[in-house]
């Protein structure tokens, strides 16, 4: 394996580690865990926004605490739910008073944990609510959506939280407004090869030299179909046919879309396949408000890309708007 | 080759169109050529930055413009220098009177194409400057150092640059503090394996199971020496010793550093790499300022990485300072 790690067993750890010193002014580790949180927190009168998930993603989630994002995070190993005891760590201290938002992927381990601790925050008198994101339209059909994972989706609904939690509203009203943004939000991925993991060494499945798979899941979950590699251009048809039919999006909607690498797959292809993707939209007259192209949501070295849409109202266009200053995501206007 | 494109003489074009688009109320193409600019360029009454190279090492130099950062670039092919009349097209985009300045790698192809479009813009009554970037202590002796290749360092260049140019300074002054940019700023890279290029389906060089190269360039130059592949902690207290060692940076130094990925190099691991430089730092009492984690000088997919350092004094400080919103990079304060 060809990683810059030293001890399999350290990678998460020694992770969490480098991203503490590198935001020393910005973030904190609160309890001896990997919760961390941003340095001001908590912030009273303000709903405290927690996120958490498996390792092997980043930057989502442990570098998406910051400005106008959210306020602490609890960080699992690779591709493994964050322990109860962590995420109780990061509620404590993202809570001020108002309560917390629990925001993270749809996956089995973390909903156990994750509502694990809530019970326990509870029992501590902090009030707080979840809103799980399921914007993966390969992994269930539409009248199952509660079944559907959680993918790069998230980096708008934490977004859109972390605005909303900074305008003062209540609990009930940020996770009424993240629930919307959740549900105006619809994501597809496509997998050109497997991700080869720091902690084992092992690649995540196996994918023959000619195959690519769409739907493929951010931890090597099955996709929809495994076909022969196609040309960008057929991909992105593949993958926006089945991406806009979801909602569906429809002529004169007006979205936010972000292109996202899942590791190895350049910015220079991102670009293309944008290129492809705003041609589709522009034909269905989707009008596109603003595009992200990045690795935001990642499986270590996998090559491919998904493709995120978040259909726009007027309160998600103007909490969109706001500054986000995160470690792995940054928006601003001049 | 596992790449999300569709013909390979037609990346580049297709990057530049995709690029446009998702950034459609920034930038805009000028001339008929890959030369793009800020939408608002050029801007009266302050010098011009312009930057470019070959494409290939996205988000460098592509993504680089806007507020706070250059105002036009000169996109080449995949690791080729553009042609002097592109070159020629982004002076232009970026001239408002007060002349252009040039930063770009130290190549010799650059260099030649810089260089006639700087005699092609004089002649056309366009003043301008140039200051070429060689912060690769790998590639050349500290007393050939106008030999030495730009690396990564170009992102905390063109940043100390596009602030310096907002201040309204004259193109003396910001070649002037652009120049002591450069001559404070040191990187080296490593690279684990080869990259596959986009235009070619043609690796960029050969490197064995278990080899590493200290030094390589970003096409693939040969560094200082092939080692058996070590962990994290040895390969980054290698290159700490010959990046440090070059200015050299001492005990009260203050710095701004870079943990840049080539590519297929995961953020876990810059995170990793970035907990034993910032050690190393912290023993030799070496000040950081800021530290920047992620990929923003690439070559495609190869697994590497380089580090920066920038050694500030009180200018520095404050340009680096102030906000810089690109597309590919965006820095600004709470």
Redesign the interface.
């Known amino acids: 394996m ?5 001890e399999m067993d350290k ?2 750890d ?6 503490l ?3 020393k002014n910005q973030v904190k580790r609160v309890g001896n865990v990997n919760a961390i949180a941003r340095k001001e927190a908590p912030k009273q009168g303000k709903v405290g926004i927690v996120i958490g998930g498996g ?2 993603h ?2 989502l989630f442990l ?1 998406f605490i910051g ?1 106008g994002m959210a306020d602490a995070v609890a960080h699992g190993d690779i591709f493994a739910a964050p322990s109860p005891n962590v995420i109780l760590e990061a509620t404590r201290a993202a809570a001020g008073g108002e309560g917390v938002l629990y925001i993270y992927g749809n996956y089995e381990g973390d909903v156990m944990n994750f509502d694990m601790a809530a019970e326990m925050a509870k029992n501590e008198g902090i009030e707080n609510e979840t809103v799980r994101v399921w914007d993966d339209v390969a992994s269930a059909s539409p009248d199952e959506i509660e079944e559907r994972r959680g993918i790069s989706g998230d980096l708008f609904i934490i977004k859109i939280a972390g605005a909303k939690a900074e305008t003062g509203a209540d609990l009930e009203d940020v996770k009424s407004t993240v629930e919307k943004a959740r549900d105006n939000t619809r994501s597809i991925g496509i997998a ?2 497997s991700a080869t993991l ?1 902690n084992t060494g092992e690649k995540t499945f196996e994918l023959g ?1 000619d195959e ?1 798979e769409v739907g493929m899941g951010v931890h090597g979950e099955p996709g929809v179909e495994r076909i022969k ?1 196609k ?3 057929e ?1 992105v048809r593949t993958m926006a046919d089945k991406v806009l039919e979801d909602l569906p999006f429809r002529s004169g909607d007006e979205v936010v879309t972000l ?1 996202n690498s899942y ?14 993707f ?1 041609s589709i939209l522009e034909e269905r007259k989707i009008d596109v408000y603003d ?1 992200e ?1 990045g ?1 935001y949501c ?1 499986t ?2 996998m ?1 491919g ?1 998904s493709i995120t849409l978040m259909k726009l109202d007027r309160e998600l266009k103007k909490l969109y708007n706001t ?1 986000a ?1 995160s ?2 995501y ?3 206007q ?1």
């Open positions: 060809k990683k810059l790690i030293n990678v998460v020694e992770c969490v580690e480098g991203f010193k590198a935001n390792a092997g980043e930057p570098e400005g050109l090869t720091p030299e690519m590699i040309s960008a251009e991909t292109v590791g190895a797959t350049t910015r220079l292809e991102l670009q293309i396949v944008y290129d492809e705003s595009a192209i690795a990642t270590q070295d090559a890309c500054d200053n470690p792995g940054k928006h601003f001049e």
